[in-house]
C-alpha cells in the first residue's frame, strides 16, 4: 500500500522569500503524484500534477514540483511567495490502474509581510 | 457550473443522534468518496464508491456507512455518532479510469461537532 510523508507540518515564510515543501512516498508500483491546496475555511484544490512526461510540472499561479523517482519525492517549490499562498498544501499519491488517493498529513504555510 | 456540494456545511449534534451528510455532484462522475481531515493526520478517506450499488471501506470506515443509489448522490450517514467523530468531512468525485487524469474533484466541507 502506499503512504506519503510530508516532512514538515508548518512553514513560516516572509513574503518574496522562497518556499519549499517536501514530500516523499512510498509504494512498490508505479504512481502519480499531485499537489492539493486548501484556503482558509475552504475545500482542497488542485495545485498540479504529474502523471507522465516531463518530471517538472507547473501551476498557473507560479509553483512547481519535481518528481524523483529515485528519491520518491515531489517537492512543491516557490521563487517568490505571496501573503495570498497562506495556506495548507496536501501531497498525495495514486498508484497506477488504482483507485485510492492517500494523501499525506498537510504543510501549514503562513507568509508573513 | 460543475461543483460538488455537501449539506449541511455545519453541523452540532450530540452523541448517538443519527446524522446524515449530504453529497451531490453534477459532473456524472462514476466514483465518489468520503474523507475526514483531523490535524497533522491529512485526509483519510472513510469509503468510496466506484459507481452506483457499488460500494467500499476505505482507511476509516467504523462507525459510517454509505449509499450509492443514483449516480450524483453519495451521502454519510453516521448511525450513532461519538465525540471522535468530531470533524471536517469533505465529499470528492471524479471520472472513472486514466481519462480523468485522475484529478478529484471536493465539496466545501462538512464541520462536524460531537459532544
Known amino acids: 500500500a502506499q503512504s506519503v510523508t510530508q516532512l514538515d507540518s508548518q512553514v513560516p515564510v516572509f513574503e518574496e522569500a522562497p518556499v519549499e515543501l517536501r514530500c516523499n512516498y512510498s509504494?512498490?508500483?508505479?504512481?502519480?503524484l499531485f499537489w492539493y491546496v486548501q484556503y482558509p475555511n475552504q475545500g482542497l484544490q488542485l495545485l498540479l500534477k504529474?502523471?507522465?512526461?516531463?518530471?517538472l510540472v507547473e501551476s498557473i499561479n507560479g509553483f512547481e514540483a519535481e518528481f524523483n523517482k529515485s528519491q520518491t519525492s515531489f517537492h512543491l517549490r516557490k521563487p517568490s511567495v505571496h501573503i495570498s499562498d497562506t495556506a495548507e498544501y496536501f501531497c498525495?499519491?495514486?498508484?497506477?490502474?488504482?483507485?485510492?488517493?492517500?494523501f499525506g498529513g498537510g504543510t501549514r504555510v503562513l507568509v508573513k509581510p | 457550473e460543475a461543483q460538488v456540494t455537501q449539506n449541511p456545511r455545519y453541523l452540532i449534534t450530540v452523541t448517538g443522534k443519527k446524522l446524515t451528510v449530504t453529497c451531490s455532484q453534477n459532473?456524472?462522475?462514476?466514483?465518489m468518496s468520503w474523507y475526514r481531515q483531523d490535524p497533522g493526520l491529512g485526509l483519510r478517506q472513510i469509503y468510496y464508491?466506484?459507481?452506483?450499488?457499488?460500494?467500499d471501506k476505505g482507511d476509516v470506515p467504523e462507525g459510517y456507512k454509505v449509499s450509492r443509489k443514483e449516480k450524483r448522490n453519495f451521502p454519510l450517514i453516521l448511525e450513532s455518532p461519538s465525540p471522535n467523530q468530531t470533524s471536517l468531512y469533505f465529499c470528492?468525485?471524479?471520472?472513472?479510469?486514466?481519462?480523468?487524469?485522475?484529478?478529484?474533484?471536493f465539496g466545501p466541507g462538512t464541520r462536524l461537532t460531537v459532544t
Open positions: 498525495a499519491v495514486i498508484e497506477a490502474a488504482g483507485n485510492k488517493l492517500t
Open positions: 509504494s512498490s508500483v508505479s504512481v502519480y
Open positions: 470528492a468525485s471524479r471520472s472513472a479510469g486514466f481519462r480523468s487524469n485522475y484529478e478529484q474533484y
Open positions: 504529474y502523471l507522465s512526461g516531463s518530471t
Open positions: 459532473m456524472n462522475h462514476e466514483y
Open positions: 464508491s466506484m459507481n452506483v450499488e457499488v460500494t
